[in-house]
């Protein structure tokens, strides 16, 4: 899954998010494409650019070695034990007692596992949907599922709902419950880095709302960042949650 997807030369040329490749963040690599737009080469932007762009991306870079290795040498019963406790904070927040249509997903490598929010979701008659390998561009699709046996898995190995499961157009998302590598208190968030989520959640209704589930581990004073980032609204660990951008959650008429 760590194996790095390379595009011919055509797909290079369809230029950022409209090639049909891998999903970095599943598999932690970076495409050229991405590459190229963060430093401004398609723009024939100037060399001060590009050095600001490529010291933002050796910071990612070794806070995304610093965090991973973190990750990893938490055991698997310490993750799901402090996961249960990620997850009832979460359930206790008003972005899940308000949110219709929730938008999850599978856990891998130490990520806060997600199975209580989805049983609870589905038993208060929620929508929950999950995201696909499958994607063209940046904006991922998602599918729903009515029980954890929905879930199978995708060409990565990662557990995605089947080809049967009805698509959830991305506007109709209120919550985006989010995984990622490091958090700060503020709301930043440093994923795997390919983008896929930042331009996912960019391109969802302005109402949605971003919740980020994270270890205590994987909170930090501060991340580099660039316009391509997105902020979460809330962070939510095992020992407190942190109200990122704060927006309030959203509201539906009875």
């Given at each position: 899954m760590?194996?790095?997807?390379?595009?011919?030369?055509s797909?290079?040329?369809?230029?950022?998010?409209?090639?049909?490749?891998a999903p970095?963040?599943?598999?932690?690599s970076?495409?050229a494409?991405?590459?190229?737009?963060?430093?401004?080469?398609?723009?024939?932007?100037?060399?001060?650019?590009?050095?600001?762009?490529?010291?933002?991306d050796?910071?990612?870079?070794?806070?995304?070695e610093e965090?991973t290795?973190?990750?990893?040498?938490?055991?698997?019963?310490?993750?799901?034990?402090r996961?249960?406790?990620?997850?009832?904070?979460?359930?206790?927040?008003?972005?899940?007692?308000k949110?219709?249509?929730?938008?999850?997903y599978?856990p891998?490598?130490g990520?806060?596992?997600?199975?209580?929010?989805?049983?609870a979701?589905?038993?208060?008659?929620k929508?929950v949907?999950y995201?696909?390998?499958?994607?063209?561009?940046?904006?991922?699709?998602f599918r729903?599922?009515?029980?954890?046996?929905?879930?199978?898995?995708?060409?990565l190995?990662v557990?995605?709902?089947?080809?049967?499961?009805?698509?959830?157009p991305?506007e109709?998302?209120?919550?985006?419950?989010?995984?990622?590598?490091?958090f700060?208190?503020?709301?930043?968030?440093?994923?795997?880095?390919g983008?896929?989520y930042?331009f996912?959640?960019?391109?969802?209704?302005e109402?949605?709302?971003?919740?980020?589930?994270?270890?205590?581990?994987?909170?930090?004073?501060d991340?580099?960042?660039?316009?391509n980032?997105?902020?979460?609204?809330?962070?939510?660990?095992?020992?407190?949650?942190?109200k990122?951008l704060?927006?309030?959650?959203?509201?539906?008429?009875?």
């Amino acid at each position: 899954m760590d194996a790095m997807c390379k595009p011919s030369p055509s797909r290079e040329r369809e230029a950022y998010g409209i090639a049909s490749l891998a999903p970095t963040f599943l598999t932690g690599s970076m495409d050229a494409a991405h590459t190229a737009l963060t430093r401004g080469t398609f723009f024939g932007e100037g060399e001060g650019q590009n050095d600001m762009a490529d010291e933002v991306d050796s910071e990612k870079a070794n806070l995304r070695e610093e965090l991973t290795a973190k990750r990893r040498a938490m055991t698997p019963d310490v993750i799901d034990s402090r996961g249960l406790k990620v997850q009832s904070r979460f359930l206790a927040t008003p972005y899940y007692s308000k949110a219709r249509i929730l938008a999850l997903y599978a856990p891998i490598r130490g990520e806060v596992p997600t199975s209580d929010i989805l049983n609870a979701a589905l038993a208060d008659g929620k929508t929950v949907c999950y995201p696909l390998s499958h994607v063209r561009g940046r904006i991922l699709a998602f599918r729903s599922i009515r029980s954890e046996g929905d879930l199978e898995p995708g060409r990565l190995g990662v557990r995605e709902p089947t080809s049967a499961a009805e698509l959830v157009p991305i506007e109709n998302i209120d919550v985006f419950v989010v995984p990622g590598l490091g958090f700060t208190r503020s709301g930043k968030r440093l994923g795997r880095g390919g983008g896929y989520y930042d331009f996912t959640l960019k391109a969802g209704p302005e109402n949605s709302r971003r919740v980020a589930l994270a270890f205590s581990e994987q909170m930090v004073d501060d991340l580099p960042a660039t316009e391509n980032d997105v902020d979460m609204d809330l962070v939510v660990t095992e020992l407190e949650s942190f109200k990122g951008l704060a927006r309030e959650p959203l509201h539906h008429d009875a």
